[in-house]
């Protein structure tokens, strides 16, 4: 189909749309109605808008592509940490499992950390503890105390 060289199809598609779709609250249904009306009223502005904003339309789509790509191999990278190791292997540790206390001890674990999430995790130590102190539970028998707190091992 021939488009017409002269003809301001960004211009004329918008005044399309502007008589043909309400101002706000429309749904997805309303791209697909618009299509079909171009399609039957005017296709030579259908096809004109459109080859307008093929770049557009092709580099979003490559985006998409990309980020379905990236998102799949993060899955892969995040499911291969919590795999079952081969026979004879120690399995990671996850530290998501560990108890405040136990990975507060650890001061191999709490280098490793970042120290924005080392940080957080003795802010949360220290509010379960003042939590359980105002319910009245006891702190555990070999929880010690945070070093410069004033809590007694």
Do not use: C
């Not at 706000?24 to 296709?43: K, M």
Request: cysteine-free; proline content about 9%.
């Amino acid at each position: 189909m021939a488009r017409t060289v002269d003809r301001d199809y960004g211009k004329d598609f918008y005044a399309f749309i502007d008589s043909h779709v309400p101002a706000s609250g429309y749904t997805a249904g309303y791209a697909a109605q618009v299509v079909r009306e171009l399609d039957e009223q005017d296709p030579d502005l259908l096809a004109g808008w459109l080859h307008r904003q093929a770049v557009t339309l092709v580099y979003e789509a490559l985006q998409r592509r990309a980020t379905k790509a990236r998102k799949a191999q993060w899955r892969g990278i995040e499911g291969s940490v919590f795999r079952q190791p081969p026979a004879g292997e120690t399995p990671p540790v996850n530290v998501s499992e560990l108890p405040l206390e136990d990975l507060v001890k650890d001061p191999a674990a709490m280098r490793a950390l970042k120290p924005g999430f080392r940080d957080a995790l003795l802010k949360a130590q220290a509010d379960r503890q003042k939590l359980e102190r105002s319910r009245g539970v006891p702190p555990a028998p070999d929880s010690p105390a945070r070093p410069g707190s004033r809590d007694k091992a």
